[in-house]
């Protein structure tokens, strides 16, 4: 019953290099991750074990985005970075039942768009999906993150 992550030192080191190479190259870096990084979404059998490990990593390395699954639900949160905060963006499966019974956000899908260049990136969200007790796809969302 346990469905938590790991991420363990050698991941870090090898996470650390992709992140600054591609910092060097000014290059906008996305992070993908199962689980969710945050300390709010931590929990003993469905966090990230090494999750301190990574935030370190990222808040020394930098990216300008961190995108996570697994909570089936939408959540926009943030970790520090050396040149402030980096969004963490949690998407809800496109795939998850439209039910009132279930613990995710009903079927959902969420588009980035990315605009700029280092050191003035500028991305907003777009999330569409179905509400709860809907029946019709719609834009449920769009704002700016960073």
Do not use: M
């Not at 600054?20 to 969710?36: D, K, S, W």
């Amino acid at each position: 019953w346990v469905a938590a992550g790991h991420f363990d030192a050698s991941q870090a080191r090898r996470l650390s290099t992709f992140l600054e190479q591609l910092g060097r190259e000014a290059l906008f870096r996305v992070v993908l991750i199962h689980h969710p990084p945050t300390i709010e979404d931590w929990g003993y059998r469905k966090g990230l074990w090494g999750g301190e490990r990574f935030r370190k990593v990222v808040a020394e390395a930098g990216a300008e985005l961190v995108l996570h699954g697994h909570t089936h639900r939408s959540t926009r949160r943030s970790i520090p970075g050396p040149n402030g905060a980096i969004p963490v963006i949690g998407v809800a499966a496109a795939g998850t039942a439209i039910t009132d019974d279930n613990h995710g956000d009903p079927a959902r899908y969420t588009l980035f768009e990315i605009a700029g260049e280092a050191g003035d990136w500028h991305i907003t969200l777009r999330e569409y999906g179905y509400e709860r007790g809907g029946h019709e796809v719609a834009k449920l969302l769009e704002l700016p993150i960073a």
